[in-house]
């Protein structure tokens, strides 16, 4: 009698658990799928080898691509911002990381201190974020990012007028 019990007691618990047991399995399994490497060959690139473009977001910025496509997805890039540019308040629709490796940046989220950031600075941006970009006016800015998508620049909307 208590072998068909513990039988039943246990039949009835794999029933229940499997399906749960399977999908973690199936879980774990997809996230151990190693991400597609971004270069096939080891790249270096001194800035003379650099291809400077228009950003299509400001023609202001100038950004040499060093890895994916900016108006597809992730992407890595260098920007070159003028003496005192400044973005305005805006947003990305994806996760920006920079660093900053010449001049000084100034950034801050909507309603948050400014803060200057000089070279070897970093600064993350999470998408959707309103924030400022600026270039302190005492000399050019450099700035290397890694965004997780596309590149978009959201201006934010002027306060409407009561």
């Given at each position: ?145 890694t965004a997780s998508g596309p590149f978009d ?10």
């Amino acid at each position: 009698m208590k072998f068909l019990l513990r039988s039943a007691l246990v039949a009835c618990s794999l029933l229940v658990f499997a399906p749960a047991i399977l999908a973690e399995d199936a879980k774990a399994a997809a996230a151990g799928a190693k991400p597609a490497p971004m270069h096939a060959a080891f790249v270096a690139m001194a800035p003379d080898e650099m291809k400077w473009i228009a950003n299509p977001a400001n023609a202001e910025v100038t950004m040499a691509v060093v890895w994916g496509d900016p108006a597809k997805g992730p992407h890595a890039a260098f920007h070159k911002f003028k003496p005192g540019f400044d973005a305005g308040l805006h947003s990305h629709s994806s996760d920006m990381r920079i660093a900053v490796i010449s001049g000084t940046m100034i950034g801050g989220a909507e309603g948050a201190p400014e803060k200057k950031l000089p070279a070897g600075s970093y600064e993350f941006q999470p998408h959707g974020v309103k924030h400022v970009t600026k270039c302190d006016a005492a000399s050019a800015c450099v700035i290397f990012v890694t965004a997780s998508g596309p590149f978009d620049l959201t201006p934010a909307e002027a306060p409407k007028k009561k």
